[in-house]
């Protein structure tokens, strides 16, 4: 079952454009991969459907309403949860400050009370803590909780910034490159990691991705963008033999690879 769909979705900037006629599915609990070129179209489909760029034209659903050009506050408050390719850490934070900075947003004391610092208020800091351990906990950071922001490397970022999407219970998380930073020890936790997320949460992960190892390890599906158009979608094993996907990425990507030993 469709837990999340975009329906013909096209979107120009500067006469260029970035998504043209693209149409996927997302079913609930599994893991879709996007893959493509850079300048394909992936980022963009990432920010139409959380609300960050409004389409030019088609539809977006989720849990079967209407989401295109709706506010990215809303649509996260529907239960989508996001993580970007560059680190959205505030290095002045502890590592738990971080992860509260999410919850805040849905917190249920008013202003009044915050301002008072009233009892009601305490008590929700320290559910929201307590909250965001359980996260850090979840995956495998929980030592991590009082160190700088800062201090953490690029990898352990993006696995903390991982975590906190999890402690708003979403029911789809898209991930912009989460691999990114990570050595081959880390890229193989992190696919553990997001097949214990879908498994035991039940979450759908919509994951843009360039470590094709990974893409094709842990994904369900796997949806191909080359400049802005939909070429291909099916199972990773029909992927890789894809004439048109080994043409304009997968090919190149061995090219490369070659060239570089």
């Known amino acids: 079952m469709s837990i999340l769909s975009v329906d013909g979705v096209s979107i120009a900037f500067g006469g260029v454009r970035a998504l043209d006629n693209v149409t996927a599915s997302f079913g609930a609990g599994e893991i879709v991969g996007i893959i493509g070129p850079n300048g394909a179209g992936k980022t963009t489909l990432l920010n139409v459907i959380c609300g960050l760029n409004r389409p030019d034209s088609g ?11 709706m506010k990215p506050n809303r649509i996260a408050g529907m239960g989508l949860a996001r993580t970007f390719q560059r680190s959205q850490l505030f290095a002045g934070m502890s590592v738990l400050e971080n992860m509260m900075t999410g919850l805040h947003l849905r917190s249920r004391a008013n202003l009044f009370a915050a301002a008072l ?20 906990d979840y995956v495998g950071f929980a030592g991590f909780a009082d160190r700088p922001g800062n201090a953490l490397s690029f990898g352990q970022r993006r696995i903390v910034e991982i975590a906190r999407t999890l402690i708003s219970d979403p029911k789809i998380v898209l991930l912009d490159e989460p691999a990114v930073g990570l050595s081959l020890n880390r890229v193989a936790e992190l696919d553990q990691l997001l097949r214990r997320i879908r498994d035991e949460k039940g979450v759908t992960l919509v994951m843009i991705e360039h470590v094709i190892r990974l893409v094709m390890g842990v994904s369900d599906r796997v949806v191909v ?4 158009q939909k070429i291909a979608e099916g199972r990773p094993e029909e992927i890789r033999k894809d004439p048109a996907v080994i043409e304009a990425y997968l090919g190149k990507l061995i090219d490369a690879g070659r060239a570089a030993s």
């Open 59 to 69: 539809d977006i659903r989720f849990a079967d309403r209407p989401i295109g050009g």
């Open 117 to 136: 610092c009233t009892g009601r208020m305490r008590e929700e800091e320290s559910e929201l803590a307590a909250r965001a351990r359980e996260a850090l």
């Open 225 to 228: 963008l080359n400049c802005g």
